[in-house]
């Protein structure tokens, strides 16, 4: 049996309503910027909890223009995990500062135990990231940051609808970051970003930087640039928005069905750490895996696709040789990367699909291979 990990053939075998609005769209000649975009904004906005979303070109635009018109740029430190995907580390490079990587913890999330360590006089923020769609301790993450006086940008390109004691993304940071990539829970028909935040005044320079800062069409307040969220992928989310709740459920309920098929075999499988006080949204299902690579293997001559999410922490990757960081590191963090494993646990996933998955873990462990 084939278990795929993408589901968008699934996902949009019945285009007809997409294409009747994108028709609309196409007539109206609307293109860039527009009623789509606008009212997209204001929908996911409402959504995530905060009263300001725009719409930005990708994930990691979502996470580079917030820092930047926050005063980010070169001379300054910015702490993040090594534990997550390359953007994050890709964006703070990117306004011109300098990454500070910090360990991870049982949950896969920044250590904050190991943040204090990291600060120095030049750091200006502290960049949390959702991963997996798993949520830091914002709550003591925010304390040392309001000691220290430092910015939180938040990385929640995983966790949209993630919730912390009963606080959404975005209510420790700046500005919370979220992407519409094809494979990401809200998934667009291209790239696509939102930034969220509580500020009016981040929110007004958002809108103007990602516009070439255009306040009229003949005047601009500050040099922007064009990373404006395409209006016909604005129509694509309009469509898709109403099925998030489903989404988001559907994943939760599938998450909870592979744990309790864990339950027998501690010794082998172990869903990472989940605070209480955290709506993990399953971006990933990952676990902890005794022999990772075998089992691996294993699944994928089934057909199951399980995937690594990441072999290699961000540490020790080529890209990072000049921040100076050495294999031993951040012992956590690489040893997680050793033994971590994603399951297909999508929202189109059947039943029969979920017990082949499990059955064949058993099966790997149990030696009846
Ligand atoms: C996907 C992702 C990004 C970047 O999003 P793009 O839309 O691909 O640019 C950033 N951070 C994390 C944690 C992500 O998963």
Not at 68 to 97: C, H, N, Q, R
Not at 194 to 216: D, F, I, M, P
């Amino acid at each position: 049996m084939k278990v795929p990990f993408s589901y968008l053939d699934r996902q949009f075998a019945d285009v007809e309503d997409y294409l009747h609005d994108i028709r609309a769209l196409v007539k109206s000649g609307d293109f860039t910027l527009g009623k789509p975009l606008t009212e997209f904004e204001e929908r996911f906005a409402k959504r995530a909890g905060m009263p300001h979303a725009i719409g930005v070109g990708t994930g990691t635009d979502a996470l580079i223009l917030p820092m930047k018109l926050s005063g980010i740029g070169p001379g300054d430190e910015v702490i993040t995990t090594t534990m997550t995907f390359y953007a994050t580390v890709g964006a703070i490079v990117a306004t011109g500062a300098r990454p500070v990587l910090v360990d991870s913890e049982d949950g896969l999330m920044i250590d904050p135990e190991k943040i204090e360590a990291a600060i120095t006089p030049r750091t200006k923020a502290i960049v949390t990231v959702t991963f997996s769609g798993n949520i830091p301790d914002l709550d003591r993450i925010k304390a040392i940051a309001d000691k220290r006086g430092l910015m939180i940008f938040e990385d929640s390109c995983q966790s949209i609808g993630g919730e912390f004691n009963g606080r959404p993304m975005g209510s420790w940071g700046e500005a919370a970051a979220y992407s519409l990539h094809p494979l990401k829970n809200l998934n667009v028909w291209a790239d696509g970003g939102v930034v969220t935040t509580r500020s009016a005044e981040l929110a007004r320079k958002l809108r103007l930087y990602r516009n070439h800062g255009l306040v009229n069409r003949d005047e601009i307040e500050f040099f922007g640039i064009n990373c404006r969220l395409d209006t016909l992928q604005a129509v694509v989310a309009n469509r898709l928005l109403p099925q998030l709740d489903f989404i988001t459920q559907t994943r939760i309920k599938n998450a909870a069905y592979y744990d309790a098929a864990w339950a027998d075999i501690p010794e082998f499988v172990k869903p990472p750490l989940r605070r209480p006080g955290v709506k993990h949204v399953y971006h990933l299902y990952m676990v902890r895996a005794k022999d990772r690579d075998g089992l691996l293997a294993f699944l994928q001559q089934r057909g199951i696709e399980a995937k690594v999410h990441y072999p290699k922490p961000i540490h020790l990757q080529p890209a990072a040789a000049y921040l100076g960081y050495k294999p031993g590191t951040f012992p956590k963090a690489e040893a997680d990367c050793r033994s971590i494993i994603t399951l297909p646990a999508h929202q189109h996933l059947t039943r029969e699909e979920l017990d082949f998955t499990i059955h064949s873990v058993h099966c790997y462990y149990n030696g009846s291979k």
